[in-house]
């Protein structure tokens, strides 16, 4: 029973062990998943707002390409021809803050100062020499020092006749890359080499800070692009998980939760039973009974053993109790009794040869072996007889006296199994009025070494001689116990000193080799008798 509870608790911790895996794996993939979540939403979040800052830089220097192809035209015309429609022009675009014409690489008029003379390609060589469309720099007239924005519309193929618009660009820049935190620190817009970033004025190269990365969007319309610095996406996505805790733990309970009950079935002993029986994982033994009289095999004791797959060989101690606490003893009894049919053939067909079984007292309620023996037992016609060994481990309940009695009429023997040790008491002599009392190991362990055990051994087999009831002594491992058993008239030896349980179907081969050595002594002894009287 104790290897029984143990078993159960191992059972216990291996399910308990496989929910905290769930459970854990749960929350780890809630975590992870949470996590990849939240930095593909912050990095979506970095990319719409690129994407928005360029379709609105892009909007805004659209009308710049209309008015430019419109004024085109009035590159060549004199200044002070122009310079009114010019600034017609510029009241209505806004953005932009002047406009310079410029024809023969010659800057020739401009809307705020009227003629000019200034050499294009010196002052503007990015556009004139590079053939940049578009050039970052600082106001060097109006608004000394502060940035704006040059556009260049050539006329001419040579690149030297256009118009420059020149946009107020820290304006709308101020407008446009503000900053959105937390994924978003700083945004600038960059034009050739140069650059200008949100909140400073002054044109430069930028570096990202060193807990910073950088996200780059390109315009597809202008050459410029949008640089954005920010935390990395994965540390803001880490700082969101605490939040995501709550949730994460819940699932991860509710997964364990589940997992705990519904491997209760599966994950029990008793599961693993039911699914060995169709599984075949079980088979049947059988020890031999020997004739403490004349030394014959008197009969076989069936013991059932269990190869577990997942386990390997599971002691009956271990799977029997539990068997009988989960009312799966009596499908085991009726596999032993199935198996030991199909063996029957290869049994000696003597009727007093005894076939020995297990039968758990639960077994016994309403009929059920009596059922079980009709259908599975007597329609082989078996030759042998049969005894049932009444194995009872926590107290032998009431048997039903009709039982006792159907089965004393069909000519079934009860025995009653370990007897004198547990529960097994003296009322169930006259209760189950058994055929035989076997006399458990403990007790033929004890002969010549216990002298207490060795007396109880000494009354159990007085009192069943007195009453008439045949004895079986389980255990003889000695030839000193089997000598002390045969001289006090014990019916029955069973132990490893005659032979250990063997598969019911290596039992046809044991017995002949077992009285082939029988008769080779006999004729020995016999030989040896007739020199002794010669
Ligand atoms: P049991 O009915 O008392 O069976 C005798 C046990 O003693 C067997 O253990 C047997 O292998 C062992 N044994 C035999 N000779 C010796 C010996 O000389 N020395 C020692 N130390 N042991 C010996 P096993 O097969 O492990 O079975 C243990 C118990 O499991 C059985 O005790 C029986 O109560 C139960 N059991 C086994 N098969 C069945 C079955 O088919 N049905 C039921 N209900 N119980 C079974
Ligand atoms: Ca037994
Ligand atoms: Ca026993």
Not at 170 to 195: F, H, T
Not at 375 to 380: D, E, M, N, Y
């Amino acid at each position: 029973m104790h290897m029984a509870q143990q078993s159960v608790g191992k059972f216990r911790r291996q399910r308990l062990l496989i929910a905290l895996v769930v459970a854990a794996m749960v929350l780890l993939l809630t975590l992870t998943f949470r996590f990849v979540q939240a930095r593909s939403n912050i990095e979506q979040r970095s990319q719409d707002f690129a994407n928005s800052a360029i379709d609105r830089f892009d909007r805004m220097l659209s009308p710049l390409d209309v008015s430019a192809s419109n004024t085109l035209g009035l590159v060549g015309v004199p200044c002070q021809n122009v310079r009114f429609p010019l600034i017609e022009k510029i009241a209505a675009l806004q953005t932009v803050r002047a406009v310079l014409l410029v024809d023969q690489d010659t800057i020739y008029c401009s809307s705020i100062y009227g003629e000019r003379n200034l050499s294009f390609s010196l002052a503007f060589p990015e556009l004139a020499l590079n053939g940049q469309r578009m050039l970052l720099t600082t106001d060097a007239w109006l608004l000394k020092g502060s940035p704006v924005l040059l556009l260049w519309n050539p006329k001419s193929l040579d690149n030297r006749s256009g118009i420059v618009q020149i946009v107020n660009i820290e304006l709308i820049s101020n407008y446009l890359l503000v900053p959105e935190l937390p994924w978003v620190e700083r945004a600038i817009l960059n034009v050739g080499n140069e650059s200008l970033e949100y909140g400073n004025p002054l044109i430069e190269g930028t570096v990202p800070a060193e807990d910073e990365v950088k996200f780059e969007q390109a315009s597809l319309r202008y050459p410029y692009t949008i640089t954005l610095y920010g935390p990395a996406p994965w540390r803001l996505a880490l700082a969101t998980l605490p939040e995501q805790l709550p949730l994460a733990l819940l699932l991860s309970l509710l997964f364990g939760y589940i997992v705990w009950m519904a491997t209760a079935n599966r994950m029990s002993l008793s599961w693993q039973i039911n699914y060995g029986i169709g599984a075949d994982e079980f088979r049947v033994y059988c020890q031999p009974l020997i004739d403490g009289g004349n030394g014959e095999c008197a009969g076989i004791e069936l013991l059932l053993r269990w190869h577990n797959p997942r386990h390997g060989w599971v002691a009956p101690d271990v799977f029997i109790p539990l068997a009988e606490r989960h009312n799966l003893i009596a499908p085991l009894t009726r596999f032993v009794i199935s198996k030991v049919v199909e063996q029957l053939p290869q049994l000696p067909q003597r009727s007093d040869f005894h076939i020995a079984l297990n039968v758990a007292a639960s077994h016994f309620r309403d009929c059920e072996i009596v059922h079980d023996l009709e259908t599975l037992w007597w329609p082989a016609e078996p030759v042998p007889r049969l005894v049932l060994e009444l194995t009872e481990r926590d107290a032998l309940p009431v048997v039903d006296q009709q039982v006792v009695a159907m089965l004393h009429k069909v000519g079934v023997q009860l025995a009653i199994d370990d007897f004198g040790t547990g529960h097994s008491s003296l009322s169930y002599l006259k209760d189950l009025q058994p055929d035989i009392l076997k006399i458990d190991k403990i007790f033929t362990a004890a002969i010549g070494t216990d002298a207490i055990n060795a007396t109880v051994t000494d009354m159990v087999i007085s009192l069943a001689q007195r009453l008439n009831i045949s004895l079986v002594a389980e255990g003889v491992e000695t030839a000193e116990q089997a000598e002390y058993l045969r001289l006090r008239a014990v019916d029955v030896l069973q132990g490893y000193f005659f032979a250990r349980p063997m598969p019911i179907e290596d039992f046809s081969f044991w017995l002949r080799q077992f009285e082939m050595q029988r008769s080779q002594v006999n004729m020995n002894s016999a030989s040896a008798t007739q020199g002794t009287l010669a």
